[in-house]
Structures are given as C-alpha cells and as structure tokens.
C-alpha cells in the first residue's frame, strides 16, 4: 500500500490538474471557513467537483477582519516573574506583543527546514512576523534557553508523534537546538523522511519524529489507491508505539488529517464515517473519532507504561488552526502581515471544538495516570495564540520565489503550517515552561 499523501499531501505540482476528480485537503481546508458557521458537525452539503465549484463567493463574504491591528505599545510594567508555588500559568489567554529581538535562528543556519517552511528562502518579502513574542496574561513566557532545555533532556529520549503539524513543531525545536549544540542525524526511514532520529552527543539526548497522523492505526488515501482514509480506532498505531519503552518523553501532534474523508472502524464493526459519499455507512463527523483516537493512545501509553512503573512525560499539542480567508490557489489566501490583537478573533467552531475535546482527554489521561506515580500528562495549549496569527503562514512561499514572473493567476498556497522561524518557536517556548515545572515538582517516585 503507497502512502502517497503524506506531507506530499502538501505538494500540487503533479496534482493540480486531478483537482477536479479528486477531493484534497486543500478543499476541504477551503472550506473552512464554513466550518465556522458550525455545518462541520454534519455532513456537508455538497462537493466540489469541479474548481469553479469551490465556494469562491461564500468564502469571500466570511472575510470579516475590519480594522489592520496596531502594534501594541510596550508591555505593561508590572509584569510579574513566575515564581515558585505559583499556580500553572494560563497560556491559553494572552497577546501578541512586538518584540525587536527575533528569532534565535535564520533558515541560512540550521539546515533542517522542511523547504515548504523555508519562507525566508523562499522570498518571502515581509519580515515583521519575526518580531512578535506571546504574552500570556498571568505571567511571563521566557524567550526559549537552548542550554537548558538541553540540559532538561539529558539522557533522554524525546519522540514528536504525529502529522506534519508534529514534523514543524520539531523542526522548530532543531532549529533553536542547533544554536548551541549540533544534533547528529543518526536515523531516517520512510517516504519524504517520515521516520528520524537525531542525537546530541553533547547531552546524550535524542530527538525523534514519527509519522502517525492518527495515532491509531490507519490507511491513509492514496492517489492510487482508497480515496477515504481507514482508521482503526481501538487499536494504537505501532509504527510508533512499538517504540514507547525507549521514549522519555512524547509529543503528539495531530488533527487535520481528521478532517479527511474516512471509513472508521472499532473491533470488526464500521462504526461509521466522515464524508465518504457512495458509501452506505452513518455519517459521524470526526470529533467523536479524534477522541476516541486520542483515548486510545493515551491509554495504552498508561497501560504499556504506568502500570509497569515506568516513567512517562506527555505532552498533547493542542489544534493549529488554519488561516484560508480567499481562495486556496490565488494569491492572498493568507496574506495578512501582523497578528490579530486578542480580542479580535474569538476561538469558535471548528478550532475551539478540536482543542477543547484534546484538552478533555489529556485531563482525563492525568486522572487515569495518577494512579501510577511515573506518567505526566500536560496539554500544550497553542490552539488560540496560533489562531491570532494569520501572518505566520509559507501561503504562497511553500514554493521559491512564487512572483518572479509576475502574480500567476493560480498560486498554491500552504495557510496551515508555518514560517520557519517564527510563531511555531513559541510552542516550543511553552514546552519548555512545561518541563521546567516538572522539574521543580519531582514526580512521586523520584
Ligand atoms: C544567520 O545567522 C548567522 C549566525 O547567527 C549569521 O552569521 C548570518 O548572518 C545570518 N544570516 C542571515 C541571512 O541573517
Ligand atoms: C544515553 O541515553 C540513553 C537514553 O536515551 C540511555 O539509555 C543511556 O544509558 C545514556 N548513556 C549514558 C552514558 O548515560
Ligand atoms: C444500507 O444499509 C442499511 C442498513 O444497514 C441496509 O438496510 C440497506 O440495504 C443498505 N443499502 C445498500 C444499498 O446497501
């Protein structure tokens, strides 16, 4: 079975002209914007067909942003330190405020940049996206301390699960890792390098990505084959799972793929599907079924190594939302150049449901841990300060110079993952707080 989507999902150049047969992620991103007059619960109501099918008009109408945001002036003065005892801080709630010293790194120096994010390669012409730093209400986010979160990871095993939300998350995380200590590619596996591991001789440290974009097992559609995605939900994808008694500590990433047309399966029953017209099952959308995936997994993780005794740190990176505001092949379909200040852009719909059902499970995961001293669950929480960042986006720089001859009148672009550097560093910001507040609260055992 070829595994042909993939992160080549992303790529057009030979699929461009199926479009009219086949329904891509790019449709149905397309459509997002009505997922947020909340249709995404049931099936939707017709399919594009053929290009001139796509919802050009309604997705134009649902372009709402009034006002350019302004940039916020310098933080307040009374900004308090995160000290000792205080309660677990709120990344959730916050803004985006101007920061003038950038990224830690460039896309010239770090060397592991999927090309699809290399945006400043790529011509990118605006730079501000690079200046901006989260800043949640309660507290402070540190800029990310390489060293230390070197440091946090001696002698361990660190493995990002998941799609190509997982992949960015990592490479972002290479990249500010790479400024202070130069990581050895010692493993790679799998189409379009699905399968990696690198090692910090330095630190003793390894850092992995697995290719699972549902976390349980799966059949992905294909160009050649299934035009559905099959998944297998009371069943953990082994591809990364028969690895887990090596890991310290996983980072899962997943959602879009979900989004898919699919075919579910529990036991030997169909339990039903996502959008698989001519197909005689129950359409049952796909929140139920990110639950059920992710409770799987999470569940086996306490099962495999909680109830061993084993230590375990788990971290759930909360859904990434998708900025298409035009169309998905004309230039501008995400080409705004700041941030949404905060209150501009309400999470909802589609977005908020996928959080908040990733939020739920990994509350019910450290309640079903606790029994076990060894296993720590922890929800990294970027869903609504990547949801203010429409301007961090490849959009049509997912390929070199996409305007040196001029605005084509088709231009793919990529509104789901983002610029390396940029906002995606401070997920890796957040992970860091995270362990550091491991580590000041041992766990049980130790
Ligand atoms: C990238 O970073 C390196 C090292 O900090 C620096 O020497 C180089 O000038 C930077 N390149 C660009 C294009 O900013
Ligand atoms: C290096 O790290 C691995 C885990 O990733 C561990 O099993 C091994 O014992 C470590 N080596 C040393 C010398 O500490
Ligand atoms: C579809 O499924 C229903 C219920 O399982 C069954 O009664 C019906 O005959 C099926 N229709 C077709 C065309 O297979």
Same mark, same amino acid.
């Given at each position: ?25 790019w449709?149905?991103y397309a459509?997002l ?24 008009? +309604? ?65 990118? *012409? ?6 901006? @730093? ?11 301390? *390489? ?19 997982? @992949? ?35 630190? $003793? ?21 299934? $035009? ?72 086996? +993780?306490?099962?495999? @190594? ?5 230590? +375990? ?8 939302p998708a900025h298409f505001e035009g169309?998905w092949?004309?230039?501008?379909a995400c080409s ?54 429409p301007?961090g986006h490849p959009g049509p720089?997912m ?14 672009n990529d509104c789901v993952h983002?610029?390396? *550097? ?25």
């Amino acid at each position: 079975m070829a595994l042909k989507m993939g992160f080549s999902s992303f790529q057009f150049k030979d699929q461009f002209h199926s479009l009219t047969k086949k329904l891509f992620p790019w449709t149905l991103y397309a459509l997002l914007p009505i997922a947020l007059l909340s249709l995404y619960l049931y099936p939707l109501p017709f399919l594009p067909s053929t290009e001139s099918e796509l919802p050009h008009s +309604i997705s134009n109408t649902i372009i709402s942003i009034s006002t350019p945001p302004s940039f916020p002036s310098t933080p307040p003065p009374s900004e308090k330190e995160n000290t000792f005892d205080t309660p677990p801080c709120d990344y959730f709630n916050g803004k985006w405020i101007r920061d003038r010293r950038g990224p830690l790194y460039n896309g010239t120096t770090c060397g592991t940049i999927k090309q699809g994010q290399n945006c400043i390669k790529h011509g990118r *012409p605006d730079s501000d996206y690079l200046y901006w @730093r989260w800043k949640p209400n309660e507290c402070k986010l540190p800029r990310f301390e *390489p060293k230390t979160f070197l440091q946090l990871i001696e002698n361990k095993h660190v493995a990002f699960v998941g799609d190509s939300m997982a @992949r960015n998350q990592l490479e972002s995380l290479l990249c500010m890792l790479s400024t202070v200590s130069s990581p050895e590619l010692v493993y790679t596996n799998g189409e379009d390098n699905k399968f990696r591991k690198w090692h910090f001789d330095s630190h $003793n440290a390894s850092v992995s990505v697995y290719w699972s974009p549902f976390l349980v097992q799966g059949v992905e559609k294909s160009n050649e084959g299934l $035009n559905h995605n099959k998944l297998y939900l009371d069943l953990v994808d082994e591809k990364w799972a028969k690895d887990m008694d090596h890991m310290d500590l996983i980072v899962l990433s997943v959602g879009h793929w979900f989004l898919h047309p699919a075919v579910y399966y529990e036991g030997d029953l169909v339990l039903g599907c996502h959008y698989c017209v001519g197909l005689n099952h129950t359409e049952i959308g796909f929140y139920e079924v990110l639950r059920k995936a992710l409770r799987t997994s999470l569940n086996s +993780i306490i099962d495999r @190594r909680g109830s061993k005794g084993g230590k +375990i740190d788990v971290i759930v990176t909360t859904f990434s939302p998708a900025h298409f505001e035009g169309e998905w092949d004309k230039a501008g379909a995400c080409s705004k150049t700041r941030p949404y200040r905060s209150r501009e852009k309400e999470l909802e719909g589609m977005d908020g449901e996928m959080r908040k059902i990733e939020v739920e499970e990994v509350e019910d995961a450290k309640v079903k841990g606790s029994e076990f001293g060894g296993v720590r669950f922890e929800a990294l929480d970027v869903t609504k300060l990547a949801l203010l960042r429409p301007d961090g986006h490849p959009g049509p720089y997912m390929y070199p110079f996409p305007f040196a001859n001029g605005v084509p009148e088709r231009v793919q672009n990529d509104c789901v993952h983002w610029c390396l *550097p940029g906002a995606i560093d401070t997920w890796n910001e957040i992970f860091l707080e995270i362990m550091k507040k491991w580590e000041e609260h041992p766990r049980y055992q130790e």
